[in-house]
């Protein structure tokens, strides 16, 4: 088998407490149900500017503080919420996130009236080359730049890259057919 790179994910993740779990059951797996694909984008957001280790490190807080990343009650959040999740020091407290994350729910919900699901939006629009993607990613959704939106495609399966082919979960992904396959 051929080695691992030694700048790659997949290198740096083995045996990483935080890292390693996350590359080796998470990470261009793919993803549906729109709680969960609402999850991958808030923490792919919110790494914007920091470490992806911050952000595993805060996961559980993020989960807290949105509500299990629930699509219908993060887009009913008003005022209140957005003051509570901007004290609330076990999540990244930058303004321009937290509005992203309520928009993007409320987007979320619009979607769902035509496609049914997020994932079904995501399914009418694949394929797209990343480009594509992330000039629908900047109509469709806040603080959705070409990194975020291609480590969230990336990470959920519609993007290839996220494992090196020598990776031995880069075999158990293929397995699945993900949609970057199709």
């Known amino acids: 088998m051929t080695e691992l790179p030694e700048n790659s994910y997949c290198r740096a993740a083995l045996g990483h407490p935080d890292h390693g779990p996350y590359h080796d059951r998470e990470y261009g797996f793919p993803l549906e149900g729109d709680d969960a694909l609402f999850e ?10 920091l ?3 911050t952000i595993l490190r805060k996961r559980a807080g993020f989960r807290e503080a949105y509500d299990g990343f629930s ?5 009913r959040y008003g005022d209140s919420d957005r003051t509570r999740l901007l004290e609330d020091a076990r999540i990244v407290r930058n303004r321009l996130k937290v509005d992203a994350a309520i928009a993007n729910a409320a987007k979320i919900l619009e979607l769902r009236e035509e496609y049914g699901s997020f994932s079904g939006w995501l399914d009418a629009h ?6 594509e993607w992330v000039k629908l990613f900047r109509r469709t959704f806040r603080f959705t730049g070409g990194e975020i939106t291609g480590e969230f495609l990336m990470s959920i399966g519609y ?7 020598a990776c031995p979960v880069h075999a158990e992904i293929t397995a699945l057919e993900p949609a970057w396959m199709r």
């Open 40 to 49: 991958r984008l808030i923490l792919e957001i919110n790494q914007a500017g």
């Open 51 to 53: 470490s992806w280790l």
């Open 71 to 75: 699509v219908e009650r993060v887009a």
């Open 126 to 131: 694949h394929p797209l080359d990343k480009d």
């Open 159 to 165: 993007l290839p890259g996220a494992h090196h082919p």
